[in-house]
């Protein structure tokens, strides 16, 4: 995904004071804002909402804060998935609970290199939401457990999109599939 064709979905998220996306070479290039920037998909048209699973490598270019804030569907609700916020050290779901990725239990330290790529897979399904990087499983939640929503700041990003705050981001390589039946799980 983020061919020409596949990226003319998505526009500027109107994020105050952000800049916007740019594809060059089959990479989105999201240049830092004052303070967020960020691109979305208006309607989610055939994407699904429960059972699938995005890809997608991520880079915090140049900066010190989050570098992939991914808002997605949850059926009816939405959450987002952040890394490299809180000042680039934290990780994990806003919102659950009305708390923040810094303050539930997916909250996460993670070390984020700037220059470097990063593998992100976030699988959605009606029992839980689990997210990777490089292949080690970084969180996994069990949906009916918590009251799904987003950061208030987030809502430029609804109904799907991407975001980063303070920072340059580069993201490249996105699919977006549905699950196999053999890969729901419904416990």
Not at 47 to 74: H, K
Not at 89 to 112: E, I, K, R
């Amino acid at each position: 995904m983020f061919g020409p064709g596949e990226f003319s979905a998505w526009s500027r998220s109107d994020y105050e004071g952000g800049s916007a996306a740019v594809l060059r070479n089959g990479v989105i290039h999201l240049a830092k804002g004052d303070p967020i920037s960020g691109f979305r998909r208006h309607e989610l048209g055939s994407l699904p909402t429960i059972d699938y699973e995005i890809e997608l490598d991520a880079q915090r270019v140049e900066g010190i804060d989050f570098f992939l804030a991914l808002t997605f569907p949850v059926g009816d609700d939405h959450c987002s998935l952040v890394l490299g916020g809180w000042g680039g050290q934290l990780s994990g779901l806003s919102s659950l609970d009305d708390f923040d990725a810094s303050q539930n239990v997916t909250t996460q330290p993670v070390q984020f290199d700037n220059g470097r790529w990063y593998r992100v897979r976030l699988r959605v399904g009606v029992a839980h939401i689990r997210a990777w990087v490089d292949d080690q499983l970084l969180l996994e939640v069990g949906t009916s457990e918590y009251r799904l929503g987003i950061r208030h700041e987030m809502t430029e990003s609804l109904p799907f999109g991407i975001a980063c705050y303070d920072t340059d981001a580069a993201y490249r390589d996105m699919t977006i599939r549905r699950l196999r039946a053999d890969e729901i799980d419904e416990n």
